[in-house]
């Protein structure tokens, strides 16, 4: 799996654009690109994925660069409830190996009211 | 909308003491796999299992035991429970291991080991 690069915390004031960056300049053609958050004391929650195209639903945008180097999670209006540790992860399958999924560090996103 | 669910939340037990870790879903999904959480720690995988009848270990598989009986549940179990083993544990499932694929968390089971 490609190694991920994201700011350790981030901060962002309620009802504004909440913007999460991740590095990924070692990405093949064939991974994906996830998005995951944590909440504390709760259970992973799936945000989004993209290969090549920027996606968006209901959660969430997400902008992948032209060279797949990098991209950008958008939180569109951020709320208080949004405050979770935020985690970009690359790879072929959405599962399965010995390995699993590795979610690394992530971002600790702060909502201020 | 069940999703995954994960039984009980909390447990506490006795060094030396088994139990079953309890997970299903209601989604349908193939894919199925088990990880645990340590104190600011990422989360580390199990077992996993692809269908039903099919099991796999994955990357800290000693000291625990998997079966898929059928496609909707996926019980864990500690044989002889010990301190080590105090966790975080959660359960997740996807259509399938393949890309593109969206994994869906249960809530967790935190387990205490005395």
């Known amino acids: 799996d490609a190694k991920t690069t994201q700011p350790t915390s981030m901060d962002c004031a309620e009802g504004r654009a909440a913007n999460l960056p991740c590095n990924h300049s070692t990405i093949s053609g064939n991974e994906y690109v996830y998005w995951y958050r944590q909440i504390h004391s709760q259970g992973p929650q799936y945000i989004i994925h993209?290969?090549?195209n920027n996606e968006t639903n209901e959660m969430a945008s997400l902008i992948i660069t032209e060279d797949r180097k990098s991209s950008t999670l958008i939180l569109p209006h951020a709320t208080l409830r949004d405050t979770a540790v935020y985690y970009c992860?690359?790879?072929?399958?959405?599962?399965?190996?010995?390995?699993?999924?590795?979610f690394g560090k992530g971002t600790h996103l702060i909502i201020q009211p | 909308n069940a999703g995954v669910t994960q039984t009980p939340k909390f447990q506490v037990l006795k060094t030396g003491q088994s139990m079953t870790l309890q997970c299903a879903q209601d989604?349908?999904?193939?894919?199925m796999s088990w990880y645990r959480q340590d104190p600011g720690m990422g989360l580390r995988l199990i077992h996993y299992s692809v269908g039903a009848g099919i099991t796999d270990q994955g990357e800290v598989p000693n000291g625990y035991n998997v079966s898929r009986s059928t496609t909707e549940d996926f019980p864990l179990r500690l044989l002889s429970a010990a301190p080590s083993q105090t966790s975080v544990y959660f359960c997740?499932?996807?259509?399938?291991?393949?890309?593109?694929?969206?994994?869906?968390f249960g809530d967790g089971t935190r387990l205490s080991i005395l």
């Open positions: 992860i690359v790879r072929v399958f959405s599962g399965g190996g010995a390995d699993g999924l590795t």
């Open positions: 989604m349908n999904h193939e894919y």
């Open positions: 993209g290969l090549k």
């Open positions: 997740a499932s996807s259509y399938s291991a393949a890309g593109g694929q969206p994994q869906h």
